[in-house]
């Protein structure tokens, strides 16, 4: 399967910074997905990105999907306690197959 | 609107057991599928569905049986399970026009014994 590797595994800041993580896969992707799950729920959508070099906005949430096709970025942009959960990248390769990154978990530390 | 329910909420089974998971959504979506979620593995595909009677094997099928003769509906078999069959599992469904936005269910924590 596809191999969607996800850069920090895990961070720990303060209230207000910046938060910036990668996605990136051996294969090119045409549709970048950012997840976010809280602790003991399902994931939810927090960006979508449809073309390469596109840069998508969301709140305080921004994602690119690079040109190569091969990797995503998502920014968090002055962190809150609520932003606490594991971030993931997906995408939909060989049509209907589904891959999730391995994660990167955000805590926010008042 | 339920959106993507499941049950159960927790199982425990022993070794050899068989049991089904459930997945309704009433969304009248036509892809549904299922994820396990281990520590440090994100999630992988186990089975898919792009709509009623039609379904197909995810990265990680063995083990898993699923079936589709709804469009709401999407259960999960398991038919010996294994302790390696110990996760967290995720049903979602979308529609199947473009923006592969995945709704998902709350998730069944499995453990076998």
Redesign the interface.
């Given at each position: 399967g596809q191999q969607l590797n996800q850069s920090p595994q895990s961070m720990f800041i303060q209230e207000g910074e910046d938060v910036s993580m990668n996605c990136t896969s051996s294969s090119i992707f045409n549709t970048w997905l950012w997840y976010k799950q809280d602790p003991g729920e399902g994931p939810v959508l927090l960006i979508a990105l449809y073309k390469a070099g596109e840069l998508t906005s969301n709140g305080r949430l921004t994602a690119q999907f690079g040109i190569t096709r091969k990797d995503s970025f998502l920014n968090i942009s002055a962190s809150i306690p609520s932003d606490v959960g594991i971030y993931f990248c997906a995408g939909p390769y060989t049509g209907n197959q589904f891959y999730f990154g391995t994660g990167t978990s955000l805590t926010v530390i008042p | 609107n339920a959106g993507?329910t499941q049950t159960p909420k927790f199982q425990v089974l022993k070794t050899g057991q068989s049991m089904t998971l459930q997945c309704a959504q009433d969304m009248n979506h036509e892809?549904m599928?299922w994820?396990r979620q281990d520590p440090?593995?994100?999630?992988?595909?186990i089975h898919?569905s792009?709509g009623a009677g039609i379904t197909?094997q995810?990265?990680v099928p063995n083990g898993y049986n699923v079936s589709r003769s709804t469009t709401e509906d999407f259960p999960l078999r398991l038919l010996s399970a294994a302790p390696s069959q110990t996760s967290v599992y995720?049903c979602?469904s979308s529609d199947l026009q473009g923006?592969?936005?995945?709704f998902?269910?709350?998730?069944t924590r499995l453990t076998v014994l």
């Open positions: - | 993507v892809y599928s994820y440090g593995m994100g999630l992988r595909l898919y792009v197909d995810g990265e995720f979602a923006t592969w936005e995945q998902f269910g709350p998730g």
